[in-house]
């Protein structure tokens, strides 16, 4: 629009009108603007040395808005000049860091949780006195009080006893012939350990002593002797002690035997034999009739069981004799023609025996503990090779 002048301007017809207590307002900022910038310029012209004609302007440069600008300048600047402190991150062990963590975790779950958490670590800006009267420096180092780390060790402690179920007793394990696998898979470890304890059984799994058995003769016995040397080179072996063991493993004799000529080795480290056992002994003749009177119509097993009747200048019938070295099912599952009873335990038995030295109650019991696994096939064997032989129905037969 065109503005002509001495004309009134014309509204548009579609333009708002404009109004009149919003234009009254606008002129009178402008009006007063104007005054004020009059009154400035006369205050300047009656300055001295200030030139009237200059006319006086609103300023552009940021000093002249404010009187106080040199002022506020100078706070600035020494502001920028003192370096700003870092933010003091409190030092701590390394063995209290996990402390800390833990807590930090434990205040969060707090709402979650009944249990008691301690307070919030806070910083120390400066050094405190202890009770004693000696300073200690904190910086920020955090140490929870003993008192709450007992009281949290405890709960867990009752935590843990309130989870962990109740061992069973010997009393709990009260049924009797049931396999302690079977016990093992039903109730846990504990209960097939007390089971076999009550069965006489091992660990592992192996009874070579049945506890709650007959302690008395069987139809079958086992029978070990240690030997030690004599002569002039000790290669010739006497009997120093014979030990028999029934069909359940239960010792039925065990004795040491006086020699009858100077001992010139004792075989210690494998017999196990020494001096003061052999003076404690029985006479050769009075175990050599007991012996012989045990085995009279059993069935004698052993491992090389020639060289334990040589000794004692005993024969058996052939027939009733069970000797685990010459078992042929041994050897091929052994692959081995002359096996050691220590080969034979390991192999069928999985036990180790004769670390060091031998003991022949021990080797009895094992020699029976294999005859036993094979009771049935062994005597059916026999049964099949040669007609029914009749022995003295003494003792109990199952193990």
Not at 40 to 52: F, H, T, Y
Not at 270 to 276: M, N, T
Not at 287 to 307: D, S
Request: hydrophobic share 35%.
């Amino acid at each position: 629009m065109v503005k002509a002048k001495g004309l009134t301007p014309r509204r548009a017809p579609d333009a708002p009108a404009a109004e009149p207590g919003l234009v009254r307002k606008l002129t009178r900022k402008k009006k007063k603007k104007k005054r004020f910038w009059k009154n400035k310029a006369r205050e300047v012209s009656k300055k001295p040395g200030s030139d009237p004609k200059v006319v006086l302007r609103p300023p552009k440069a940021p000093a002249n808005f404010s009187q106080n600008w040199k002022a506020l300048q100078e706070v600035l600047k020494q502001k920028s000049q003192t370096p700003e402190k870092p933010l003091v991150i409190s030092q701590m062990d390394s063995k209290k860091q996990p402390k800390i963590i833990q807590q930090n975790r434990e205040a969060k779950r707090g709402s979650l949780s009944n249990r008691k958490v301690p307070a919030p670590p806070t910083k120390a800006s400066g050094a405190e006195h202890s009770e004693k009267g000696t300073k200690k420096k904190t910086n920020g180092d955090i140490s929870p009080k003993q008192g709450d780390i007992k009281h949290k060790k405890r709960k867990a402690k009752e935590v843990t006893a309130a989870l962990t179920p109740a061992l069973p007793t010997e009393q709990d394990i009260w049924f009797d012939d049931v396999d302690p696998v079977d016990i093992e898979a039903a109730i846990g470890p504990e209960a097939a350990k007390i089971a076999r304890k009550q069965l006489g059984e091992k660990e592992n799994g192996v009874a070579l002593v049945k506890e709650q058995a007959f302690s008395g003769l069987t139809k079958a016995l086992a029978m070990d002797c240690e030997m030690v040397g004599v002569g002039p080179t000790g290669e010739e072996s006497l009997a120093a002690r014979v030990s028999i063991v029934n069909q359940y493993g239960k010792c039925v004799y065990d004795k040491y035997v006086k020699p009858t000529q100077p001992v010139t080795d004792y075989r210690t480290v494998v017999s196990g034999i020494r001096p003061e056992h052999l003076k404690q002994g029985e006479e050769f003749e009075v175990v050599q009739k007991e012996v012989a009177e045990m085995l009279k119509g059993r069935i004698l097993v052993g491992h090389a069981l020639h060289n334990d009747l040589k000794v004692l200048f005993l024969d058996h019938p052939k027939k009733r004799i069970r000797d685990t070295q010459k078992y042929k099912p041994f050897k091929s599952q052994v692959k081995s023609g002359r096996p050691s009873l220590k080969l034979l335990a390991e192999r069928i038995l999985g036990i180790q025996v004769q670390h060091a030295e031998h003991c022949s109650i021990q080797d009895a019991q094992v020699a029976m503990r294999l005859y036993v696994t094979v009771k049935k096939e062994w005597e059916r064997t026999v049964q099949d090779r040669r007609p029914a032989a009749t022995v003295p129905d003494v003792g109990r037969d199952n193990m």
